[in-house]
């Protein structure tokens, strides 16, 4: 394998490798803000807690799982410590003149240069001289950010920076691991000797999200401040209406989905389309995908996901259907 050719492999790994970061961030954002909402309300202090339960004991497993996941060390994964296991041992193939290129186009960028003088000699002079001295500073710039990330003055990453993130990695790992293993993804007969708290859970998380900021610069330049995504809308619009309403009977809410049922679009896959996601997941199974099959299989996956999400946009019930809603919105504000 070339040196381009493991590096682009990098970047396909680290792409996957950041979408399962950024789900993790989401999924942690919106438990911590439900319960805010939950324990800033002083109606839901004395009312059950099983839906509380439940969401505290689905966040716990579904952040254990991903992080144990990016955390994996198995041959075939995709995993945040395999790939800068790899990195260690390829260190070279993340140079600082590759990491240069990703500046490259600010740096021959020519800045917009205003009042310059009259004659021209002394405006070209002028104008190559702030392009000189720009170009001088990004690369200082470009040069600062990879002795910050890979190494000071290293022509290359330094493997003992990639160990050291690997053994942060794994500490932070150490407190879930076990309970992971024998009682989320398995069962396993001897309990864990340790139960992970939700300390635990934010301390990995913060290392991993670290890690993943500092290789995102390093694999894709720019820079990112979190991996939280910014909501172009306000997601926590639905708590601001009642979710059950006594007046909608079960019979009327199997009637009305049935009713949407029949007017959903066509939400499959077509007959051809879905022997080719078959034929790439048989393969994928296999390992003997290629690259491109590989994206093709993504894109698959990701039309099926859309037109599934599709189906229950459609199909999605009211909780107050029809008729019966007069005067149930007026009723839960008195």
Known sequence: MTNEERFTRWQRWFEEIEKQAVTLAVVRHIYETVAEIVSANPRLQNAPGDF????????????????????????????????????????????????????????????????????????????????SE???????????????????GKP???????????????QGLTALKEFTGKRITFYNSKPPQSLPTFKD??????????????????????????LLPTWQYDWTAIFNCAWKSPKASPSTLRKEFQRRLQR????????????????????NSEGTLTPDEGK?????????????LLKAKWTRVPFVVGEEAKGWDESQNT
């Open 52 to 131: 509380v339960w439940w969401m505290a004991h689905t966040y716990r497993a579904t952040m254990l799982v991903g992080l144990w996941a990016l955390g994996a060390k198995s041959g075939g994964v995709v995993s945040l410590y395999r790939l800068l296991d790899d990195i260690r041992k390829h260190p070279k193939v993340l140079s600082r003149e590759r990491f240069l290129r990703f500046y490259g186009k600010l740096i021959n960028t020519e800045p917009v240069i205003v009042g310059l003088p009259d004659d021209p000699q002394q405006a070209t002079a002028l104008r190559e001289f702030v392009l």
């Open 134 to 152: 720009t170009r001088a500073e990004m690369e200082r710039f470009a040069n600062d950010d990879f002795d910050r990330l890979g190494g000071h």
């Open 156 to 170: 290359h990453i330094d493997p003992q920076a990639v160990e050291e993130d690997l053994r942060k990695l794994e």
């Open 201 to 226: 859970i934010d301390t990995c998380f913060g290392v991993m999200e670290g890690l993943v900021l500092k290789y995102h610069t390093l694999l894709k330049g720019g820079a990112l401040i979190s």
């Open 264 to 283: 959903v679009p066509n939400w499959r896959l077509g007959a051809k389309k879905q022997r080719r996601l078959s034929a790439l997941l048989q393969k």
């Open 296 to 308: 093709e299989l993504d894109r698959l996956m990701e039309e099926a996901d859309s037109l599934t």
